[in-house]
């Protein structure tokens, strides 16, 4: 029930490469703001799960 909540709740589900959804993705720069088109948030997606599949605990981080 817990994944189900999560999957449906879009600030938790992620990205969802079957429904096509990806994440509004905006870069922000000192010559001002420009949105992600769609294809571009899906391939930006798409490298973070293919990382997340070979890392799937995330990037290591070594001692401050």
């Known amino acids: 029930a817990l994944y189900d909540a999560a999957d449906d709740d879009s600030a938790?589900?992620?990205p969802d490469p079957v429904r096509r959804t990806w994440p509004l993705i905006v870069l922000i720069t000192?010559?001002?703001l420009v949105r992600l088109t769609d294809?571009?948030?899906a391939e930006a997606?798409?490298?973070v799960?293919?990382?997340r599949g070979e890392r799937p605990d995330g990037p290591g981080?070594?001692?401050l």
């Open 12 to 14: 938790t589900g992620g």
């Open 30 to 32: 000192a010559e001002g």
């Open 39 to 41: 294809e571009e948030a």
């Open 45 to 47: 997606s798409r490298a």
């Open 49 to 51: 799960l293919s990382q």
């Open 61 to 63: 981080a070594g001692p």
